[in-house]
């Protein structure tokens, strides 16, 4: 009986190492998975965000290009049959003729721009977190038409980071034709 009485305050006086150490590593893995799943969900926030700015800069300049040849009287650049990568349009009012698209390099980024009117007005119409390149209008209007133009470039996310998620390159193509 005495026996008995030193095995139970034996077994009331805590974990053994044994249990601890199952104890630990359950909580390891657990803070483990929090961990990695809030570094997964920040990464893909971010490749998000990443891919949201190339895209809405990207569809902001089709539209605004898409606008200004609606807009315009004719093509003066690239004449018909002919590549160039810049577009050049004559528009009804002399606040904004000719208007000019063309790439310009600011020293660190290559930007898409837009100049009106004489003496020109430039603006950007990419900001400085994506490069621009690639910049291409094909006017394929036919003699008989005002003239249709095609146009493609490419937006890349400016990143100095090796991470993946902030790797993003897009091509953008769009057309009109003059009215």
Do not use: C
């Not at 807009?71 to 000019?100: D, E, F, K, R, Y």
Request: proline share 3%; aromatic share 8%; charged share 10%.
């Amino acid at each position: 009986m005495k026996h008995i009485n030193q095995l139970k305050k034996y077994n009331n006086r805590g974990f053994t190492l044994i249990e601890i150490l199952i104890y630990i590593t359950l909580f390891s893995l657990i803070i483990g998975a929090i961990v990695g799943l809030a570094i997964l969900a920040t990464s893909q926030r971010q490749r998000n965000q990443v891919v949201n700015i190339v895209n809405l800069q990207g569809e902001s300049v089709i539209s605004l290009i898409n606008q200004n040849i609606d807009n315009s009287t004719s093509i003066t650049s690239p004449t018909l049959g002919n590549s160039a990568s810049t577009l050049t349009l004559a528009m009804p009012t002399n606040a904004a003729n000719p208007t000019v698209f063309s790439s310009y390099n600011d020293g660190t980024t290559t930007h898409l721009e837009i100049s009106q009117g004489s003496p020109a007005v430039s603006t950007y119409l990419t900001n400085s977190h994506v490069i621009l390149s690639n910049l291409n209008f094909s006017n394929k209007g036919l003699s008989s038409a005002p003239g249709s133009i095609l146009y493609s470039f490419t937006l890349t996310y400016k990143t100095s980071s090796i991470l993946q998620e902030f790797n993003f390159q897009k091509n953008f193509y769009g057309a009109a034709t003059l009215l």
